[in-house]
Structure formats: C-alpha cells, structure tokens
C-alpha cells in the first residue's frame, strides 16, 4: 500500500482522521472545532487533518448557505494550519480556484459529484499536491481506476481514495462494506466518508437530510473492513449548522468514536 504524505501526516501508514465542519461558518467558530479536534487526536495519537470548506459548489437550493468564500475562507484555513500545526484539506470545484488553493491547503480535494471532470482533476493533479479523490455515488469501485490515471497521467502518485455511499434508490445513499477491498486492490489509501454516507442528498425538499445515528456503527464497520481512516464532518451543535447538519456528528461524540475506532484498527492490522 502507499504512503501519502499530507503534511506532517502518512496516510496508509496507521489510521488517520479528517475532519472539521461541513464548511467554514466564521472564524471564531472554525478555530474554535480545530482546536477541540487538536486537542482530542493528540490525547488518543491519532493523526489529524483538519477539513472544511471554504465555499460549496453543490446545494440543492440556491438559498443555501455556501461559506465565506475563496479568499476569506483560505484565510481562515491558513490560520488553522499555523496555530493548530495541521495539515489542512478543503475540496476544489473549478480550475479557476486550483492556484490559489494549492498556494494554502495541503491536499485538495475532487468533489464526489466531479470526479469525472478531467479538466479539473488534471488541473488538480498538476499542482503536485495530494489529492483527495472522493469516489462518486454514481461510480462503481472498480471504475475508479480511470480517474486515478488522470491524476497519474500528471506525475501525481499522491492520492486518496474516499468512499462516500452509493445511490440506493430516490433521497438515499448505502454504504457496500465490498467496496473497501476492491478499492486498496488499486494500491492507495481509502478513506470512509461516515458523515457524507449517511446523508439523504435532497430529502429535505430544499435542504439534504441525513442519519447521523448511523455514523458511528458505519465508522466501526469500515475499520474492521479494512479502510485507512475516517472523514468526519463535525460540529458542536449540528442542529444548528448552516449546512448539512443532519448528517454531521456532535464534537462531543469524536473521542468516544475513535477510540472505539482505533481498537478495532488495532486488531485488524494484528489479523493482517
């Protein structure tokens, strides 16, 4: 399996937690995640990149919120890394965005509902920085390869495969415990997307919902099943998020979690 350097963090080498809230709310409340996240991966050892966007692509209305925006949000997002010393992560939706991300976050990442885009995963590709592919709900585990070979194409062998839910019918995603298998065949670290799995993309009507009280049964079955790390959208009161609150775990739930998390790892990497 191959290491990827994110940062100070390897992915592949143990397991590894990104997470952060869905997307940037303000500064305050940013700083204030990050550093509970900080001070919650360094007490158990478990590596953290924090993630949060500066601004979302995709809503299903256009009334909701989206973020600060490219130049504040990466602002906010350069403040972490330097007063919390980890590495940040953030997703990209346009060419036009790459430079300016690629000068501040550490790994960038392809949006799920993207990753077919080979302008954008080219572009990505091209800044040499780690790249976060998260495989769509449309897309079978075995067709990820093509997009890899984009990223490849580049001279780009830093990438991370995410797992995020398949289609299950009309408002429902599912989460194929196969997929984690066939995916480390392509010889890169996998990632399970809990928070995102667990999302009922438009079953608000106007809004997504989601489950979260699935997040954490999903997460311990990943890491039995054999994924890299987990990919959490956090925040202290999800009713109360500006986006994607449904599915987003309480800050207070984090700890338990990984630790639950990292004695199954611990087991699973002893079975081989």
């Given at each position: 399996m191959k290491k990827v350097s994110v940062g100070n963090v390897n992915i592949g080498a143990g397991l590894v937690?990104?997470?952060?809230?869905?997307?940037?709310?303000?500064?305050?409340?940013?700083?204030?995640?990050?550093?509970?996240?900080?001070?919650?991966?360094?007490?158990?050892?478990?590596?953290?990149?924090?993630?949060?966007?500066?601004?979302?692509?995709?809503?299903?209305?256009?009334?909701?919120?989206?973020?600060?925006?490219?130049?504040?949000?990466?602002?906010?997002?350069?403040?972490?890394?330097?007063?919390?010393?980890?590495?940040?992560?953030?997703?990209?939706?346009?060419?036009?965005?790459?430079?300016?991300?690629?000068?501040?976050?550490?790994?960038?990442?392809?949006?799920?509902?993207?990753?077919?885009?080979?302008?954008?995963?080219?572009?990505?590709?091209?800044?040499?920085?780690?790249?976060?592919?998260?495989?769509?709900?449309?897309?079978?585990?075995?067709?990820?390869?093509?997009?890899?070979?984009?990223?490849?194409?580049?001279?780009?062998?830093?990438?991370?495969?995410?797992?995020?839910?398949?289609?299950?019918?009309?408002?429902?995603?599912?989460?194929?415990?196969?997929?984690?298998?066939?995916?480390?065949?392509?010889?890169?670290?996998?990632?399970?997307?809990?928070?995102?799995?667990?999302?009922?993309?438009?079953?608000?009507?106007?809004?997504?919902?989601?489950?979260?009280?699935?997040?954490?049964?999903?997460?311990?079955?990943?890491?039995?099943?054999?994924?890299?790390?987990?990919?959490?959208?956090?925040?202290?009161?999800?009713?109360?998020?500006?986006?994607?609150?449904?599915?987003?775990?309480?800050?207070?739930?984090?700890?338990?979690?990984?630790?639950?998390?990292?004695?199954?790892?611990?087991?699973?990497?002893?079975?081989?």
């Open positions: 937690l990104i997470a952060g809230p869905c997307v940037i709310e303000s500064e305050d409340s940013c700083l204030e995640t990050a550093g509970e996240l900080k001070s919650i991966t360094q007490e158990i050892g478990i590596p953290l990149i924090f993630k949060s966007s500066y601004y979302k692509g995709n809503r299903t209305s256009h009334n909701s919120f989206r973020g600060p925006g490219l130049e504040k949000g990466l602002r906010i997002l350069e403040q972490v890394k330097t007063e919390f010393a980890v590495p940040v992560l953030s997703d990209v939706h346009c060419r036009e965005e790459v430079k300016a991300a690629a000068c501040v976050l550490d790994m960038l990442q392809i949006p799920a509902f993207l990753c077919r885009q080979t302008d954008l995963i080219i572009s990505v590709a091209k800044t040499g920085k780690a790249v976060n592919i998260k495989k769509g709900q449309f897309v079978a585990p075995w067709d990820v390869g093509n997009i890899l070979e984009k990223v490849k194409s580049c001279g780009n062998e830093s990438i991370v495969i995410t797992e995020r839910g398949t289609c299950f019918g009309y408002n429902n995603l599912i989460v194929d415990m196969r997929a984690f298998a066939q995916l480390r065949k392509f010889g890169y670290p996998v990632i399970f997307d809990a928070t995102h799995s667990v999302q009922l993309p438009g079953g608000k009507g106007s809004a997504s919902g989601g489950e979260r009280e699935f997040v954490i049964p999903l997460s311990r079955a990943a890491v039995g099943a054999g994924c890299d790390g987990l990919f959490l959208e956090v925040h202290p009161k999800p009713d109360e998020a500006l986006c994607d609150g449904p599915n987003m775990l309480p800050l207070n739930e984090v700890k338990s979690l990984l630790e639950q998390v990292m004695a199954i790892d611990a087991i699973v990497k002893k079975e081989g």
